[in-house]
């Protein structure tokens, strides 16, 4: 984790910022731009459809008329278009300008996908002669420059270092490397948006319930917050639980929860809301209480996340 927070106003007279290439200006990308210009870089902007960023002109970044062009322009190149395809298509572009385009830079790939889509292109990149770091964007469009920005990195760890003072426009309390395998930021966004779904599904369900005995999703809202802060502080010490493998109920055990999970599909269905969720984390629970985990806490049904197939007949060993 890094901070540098230091603007343009604050470099020393002699400073000078590195160049910067953006490549697709849709919304994320055009915020990403605009954080680099008001660093100080001077940043080159391509976008298959021109025209749909007249305000990165006005704030002095340079338009170039093809992807080639704006990769000639700086040795950093940041691309983040809609998603893989867009990213083949112009890694295809960037291909067919002719041999040595990437050697000696580092393209630095923000579009959101897969850990094996950002293998595939770090190696392809490398076929090329250039460098490449796959990136996760944790962050909407108007926090990106903002202390609230968090952007997350994976390849060479030289490459990062390198360009990590320009990076921390985009992100400048939280510009983190997360190692040299490239597919470790697509595989850090996705377990991201997993648990952000879970939680506000879990808000949304509970909304739909007391919706349904006239109560005000706004009425909930501050409760679930609390609540939800409540289980956040939970997390450290159920990680610990999960790495050791090992699961005392200091808290509750796994049984007094389904019990619970009960009672919310009751609920549920005696108001008419969908038992779905409910029915997911009840299978989920009363698996892990089949195979022996009953007495086990809640970090205890990581075993059933593990596997694809459901199994039940483990050992207890809390
Ligand atoms: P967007 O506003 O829809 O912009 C998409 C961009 O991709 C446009 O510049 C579009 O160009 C370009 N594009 C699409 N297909 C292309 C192709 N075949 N070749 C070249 N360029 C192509 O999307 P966005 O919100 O900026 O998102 C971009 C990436 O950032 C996505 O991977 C998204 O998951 C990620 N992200 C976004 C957010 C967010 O809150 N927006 C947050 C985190 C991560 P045209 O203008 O020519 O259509």
């Given at each position: 984790m890094t901070d540098d927070r230091n603007g343009p106003r604050n470099a020393p007279a002699n400073d000078t910022r590195a160049p910067v290439a953006v490549l697709g200006l849709g919304l994320m990308g055009r915020a990403l731009a605009g954080a680099f210009l008001r660093e100080g870089h001077p940043t080159t902007v391509w976008n298959r459809?021109?025209?749909?960023?007249p305000e990165l002109a006005d704030a002095g970044a340079r338009p170039a008329a093809s992807p080639e062009e704006a990769v000639a322009a700086a040795a950093l190149v940041v691309v983040c278009v809609s998603d893989h395809t867009a990213v083949r298509d112009l890694l295809d572009r960037i291909d067919a300008a002719g041999p040595?385009?990437?050697?000696?830079r580092v393209l630095v790939n923000l579009t959101s996908g897969t850990a094996a889509r950002a293998r595939e292109n770090a190696a392809r990149v490398a076929a090329a002669g250039g460098g490449y770091l796959d990136g996760a964007i944790l962050a909407v469009p108007p926090a990106i420059?903002?202390?609230e920005a968090v952007v997350l990195y994976s390849g060479a760890h030289a490459d990062f270092e390198h360009h990590a003072p320009a990076l921390r426009a985009l992100a400048p309390d939280v510009t983190a490397h997360l190692g040299e395998d490239h597919g470790l930021a697509a595989l850090h966004d996705s377990a991201v948006l997993g648990l952000m779904w879970s939680v506000l599904n879990g808000f949304l369900h509970g909304a739909a319930l007391l919706g349904a005995a006239g109560v005000d999703a706004s009425a909930f809202a501050p409760l679930a917050a609390r609540s939800t802060e409540t289980v956040a502080g939970w997390l450290a010490g159920y990680a610990a639980q999960i790495d050791a493998g090992a699961y005392p109920a200091d808290d509750a055990t796994l049984e007094t929860h389904l019990a619970a999970m009960d009672h919310l599909a009751e609920e549920s269905a005696a108001l008419g809301v969908s038992t779905e969720l409910p029915d997911l984390v009840r299978t989920l629970a009363g698996r892990a209480v089949a195979a022996g985990?009953?007495?086990?806490?809640?970090?205890?049904l990581v075993e059933q996340f593990r596997r694809s197939a459901p199994s039940t007949g483990e050992g207890v060993g809390e």
């Open positions: 459809t021109p025209g749909r960023a040595g385009l990437l050697t000696g420059g903002t202390p985990r009953g007495g086990a806490s809640y970090a205890a």
